[in-house]
C-alpha cells in the first residue's frame, strides 16, 4: 500500500480558543502544543473543557475565538489577512481526515458489518478503492484482536469490542492525530482493560494521541505529558510525574486528592 503524508504524525496546536455555550464560557482563552508522536492525557473534572476542547480540534465545535492548526495548517478555516473565513463542508471533511476520532459511545454504524465500519471511511473519502480498504480494514480488526468478528454487526459485540472497532476504523484514514473522548466510560469495568491494551499499543507505535480521560493510572502508564483543565482554563501541564505526583496548582492537588 502506497504512503500518503496522513502517515506522518502530526503537530497540533491550539492558539488562544476560546467557547461559548449561551453565556457560559466552556473554554477560555486555550494555547496548547502537541507535538509529533506525543501522547497528551486530558484530565479534568466533569464540565471542565476536555470533550469541548477535543470536538473544537477537529472542528466539530467552532471557536468564538482564537483557531487549531494541524502541522501549520488552520483547521475549518482559511487565512485572510488579519482574519479568519470559514471553509466549505467538503473542505473541513477532507482536514478531518488527518483527525481520527474515538467517541465514549463508539458511533458505528448499525447496519454494516464490522468490516464495513473500519472500510468505509477510505472508500468515502476516495482514499482507497473497496478492494484495498478492506484488506486495510481486515489489517486493523487483526491488530486490535478482532479478526475474527469482521462479519459480524455492532449488536453482537461486547461494549469493549465495539470501542476497538471504533479504533480500527480511526486508524483506517490513517490520521496525523487520534482523539480520543473518555474512551472507557461508557464500558462495564471488566470491559476497560482491553480498550485500554490497545491504546497502550498505539502509544508506543509513535501515533501523535490526544486522550481525555479519568483513568488516572493509565495517564501515569502512557502519557508524556498530563494536562490538568478546570474552568475552561489549561491549569498546568507537564510530565506524569510532575502534575500526578508533584501538582503546583491547589485545584489540581485537590482533584486528585478525589479521584487517586
Do not use: C
Request: charged share 25%; glycine share 10%; no cysteine.
Amino acid at each position: 500500500m502506497t504512503a500518503t503524508r496522513h502517515d506522518a504524525p502530526a503537530t497540533v496546536e491550539v492558539h488562544g480558543v476560546h467557547k461559548w455555550y449561551g453565556a457560559h464560557r466552556v473554554l477560555n482563552g486555550v494555547d496548547l502544543t502537541v507535538r509529533p508522536g506525543e501522547v497528551t492525557v486530558v484530565l479534568g473534572p466533569s464540565g471542565s473543557g476536555k470533550s469541548t476542547l477535543l470536538r473544537v480540534v477537529n472542528h466539530l465545535e467552532k471557536p468564538e475565538t482564537g483557531h487549531v492548526s494541524l502541522d501549520g495548517e488552520p483547521i475549518g478555516v482559511r487565512r485572510q489577512g488579519t482574519r479568519f473565513r470559514e471553509l466549505s463542508e467538503r473542505a473541513i471533511l477532507a482536514q478531518r481526515s488527518r483527525i481520527g476520532f474515538v467517541f465514549q459511545n463508539f458511533n458505528l454504524f448499525p447496519h454494516l458489518t464490522v468490516l464495513d465500519n473500519v472500510a468505509a471511511a477510505p472508500v468515502a473519502t476516495g482514499r482507497l478503492p473497496k478492494p484495498e480498504a478492506l484488506q486495510l480494514a481486515r489489517d486493523l480488526l487483526g491488530r486490535v484482536g478482532l479478526a475474527d468478528r469482521a462479519a459480524a454487526y455492532p449488536r453482537q459485540l461486547s461494549g469493549g469490542q465495539q470501542q476497538r472497532v471504533a479504533i480500527a476504523r480511526a486508524l483506517a484514514l490513517r490520521p496525523g492525530v487520534i482523539l480520543f473522548d473518555e474512551p472507557t466510560s461508557a464500558l462495564d469495568p471488566e470491559l476497560v482493560g482491553e480498550v485500554l491494551s490497545v491504546i497502550k499499543d498505539l502509544a508506543t507505535s509513535g501515533t501523535t494521541l490526544v486522550i481525555v480521560t479519568h483513568e488516572i493510572g493509565f495517564a501515569r502508564e502512557i502519557a508524556d505529558r498530563v494536562v490538568f483543565m478546570d474552568g475552561g482554563r489549561i491549569v498546568e501541564q507537564g510530565p506524569p510525574a510532575e502534575v500526578l505526583d508533584r501538582p503546583r496548582h491547589a485545584r489540581t492537588r485537590d482533584f486528585l486528592s478525589k479521584v487517586l
